[in-house]
């Protein structure tokens, strides 16, 4: 065992989901390892029999540095004394499958090297995350916590280096420690086994039923491959982009119709697949669509939600609740109350689900992000979503389209969009947002985009299961006639600020609008009150979902 002297690094503070930074900056000397050593020293505290009994989780989504960090944290995992390590084959755990490991094999938590989404390579990003017993995101007690270590580590410790094959299952003894390599999709796969009748699906394909899904040459192609083609004999090549590669061939895995605009045009046109899907980096996002059809993330939390009990086989018993992020459009509040059960409004990230869930109060979830999932593990699950939205179609025997125009017919619609301006200068977004901060109280009563302010405020949410409070969660201006606008700054980013504007209109009979017509005014709206182009010399957005 080897004790190395070390110095803190001041940038180290965890965000929205986990620290990320750009690769370069994790591959510096001392960097990863302290950060690692943090999460050690603060979990340790909270564990007073020490390390000797417990078990760590470490995966990651395979980009650029996924390999030498899992060596990194497993020579230091076996310094710092714990009894046993899991680790996915190739270094390899969707997040979703992290989750679900940590959860089965009932673990102290897992270490998830990732930045999602977020491009890989040397020149692009890489992130790492704490999880906790419950699999999900360390809660923020704890995540801040592990940046206070990291400001006054003095020593990291690890093991002389020792050749690890990470690339076979078994198990090898590091130290006093048993590592052992694992089958990425084994547990994650029994999972969905339970939750899913298989069955029902594969009859589904073996009806004609045409599906593609685009892994995005990110960590899902094996898991889809093995559930969609090899379980539920949808046709071979059903799965795309399915081998996993560490810069994902170069592209953003960001599943939304502008990054994956290939999957989008394959969808189009009357020869196309019934069913067209995807995932991000690291298997926890997901987009739905349908031939010539999109489906918000918002909409889809709401179907899912909506059929759950009738469609899906692990929900047949109901659901004791939903619960979205504060800036998710509000249709699944309406099928919540439909269902007669509560529908928590949480800060962004996932790490909130979490408490709720473990508390039963909350059973499916989401995000605007497009981020959807269940208590099945604590982690929003991109696939799982694919499966809830196979399964609605093998129940229902209707479309895409079909199953969400029927949800607008009985619920009423929110047209919904995000505006992202990325690469804003810090100083000048935080300043921008807080003048607006100000401003909140002076504007309620003014009229807005053809409706009046009802109320304008900085949402702050206390948990209902511990009571913690987190404020400063997002500006919202909520308009008389049910339109939303939301303002807040990134926690993901690595470069620069990026403003996400959100806006939202509900109209309870308008079905077949134009989205882009519907929300032009609240946008516009948006930028005006913030003063974008003033203070931050744009008002272009760099993508909108
Ligand atoms: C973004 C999304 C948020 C999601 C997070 C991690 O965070 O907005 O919903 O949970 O990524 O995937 P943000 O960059 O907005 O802080
Ligand atoms: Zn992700």
Redesign the pocket.
Known sequence: MKTIQTTPFTDQRP???GLRKKTRVFMQPSYLENFVQAVFDTVREDTPGGFGAETLVVGGDGRYYNREATRTILLMAAANGFGRVLVGRGGILSTPAVSAVIRRRDALGGLVLSA??NPGGLEADFGIKYNVRNGGPAPEGVTGRVYEHTLKLTRYLTLEDADIDLEHEGTVRLGKTEVTIIDPLADYTSIMEELFDFELLRVLFQSGFRMRFDAMSAVTGPYARHILEERLGAQYGTVVNAEPLEDFGGHHPDPNLVYAAELVEHLSGVDAPDFGAACDGDG??NLILGRDFFVTPGDSLAVIAEHAQSAIHGYRAGLAGVAR?MPTSTAADRVAESLGVPCYETP???KFFGNLMDAGLCTICG???F?TGSNHVREKDGLWAVLCWLSILASTRLGVAEVVRQHWQRFGRSYYQRHDYEGLEVAAATQMVDALRDRLPALAGIELAGSRVARADDFSYTDPVDGGVSAHQGLRILLEDGSRIVC?L????TQGA?L?LYVERYLKDGGEGAVEEILAPLAQAARELIELRERCGTDVPSIIT
């Open positions: 965000g929205t989901s999602s989404h926890d996002r992020s962004t990230g996932w995000e605007e992000s981020g807040r990134s926690g993901t980013g990026t996400r």
